[in-house]
């Protein structure tokens, strides 16, 4: 888990730096129309969603090993 947390700060700071860096027209095009925020929402209820998938996973793994020993 902390494998995965770490390759997940590392990819969005090294996404953040590539963004501020560079121009992309379909990001300006979208912020202009004010479509940017669905496409922030979508990845925000996509990530939650991981996460919360995997808290669950978490929690019988462990339930299953409390019952194992």
Do not use: C, H, P
């Not at 560079?22 to 129309?33: D, Q, T």
Request: cysteine-free; aromatic content about 10%; glycine content about 4%.
């Amino acid at each position: 888990m902390k494998k995965f947390s770490l390759l997940s700060i590392f990819t969005l700071i090294a996404l953040a730096s590539y963004a501020q860096s560079s121009e992309i027209e379909m990001a300006e095009g979208l912020r202009s129309s004010g479509k940017i925020w669905v496409v922030v929402l979508v990845l925000l209820t996509i990530v939650i969603g991981v996460f919360v998938y995997l808290f669950t996973i978490d929690k019988k793994v462990t339930k299953l090993e409390k019952r194992n020993s």
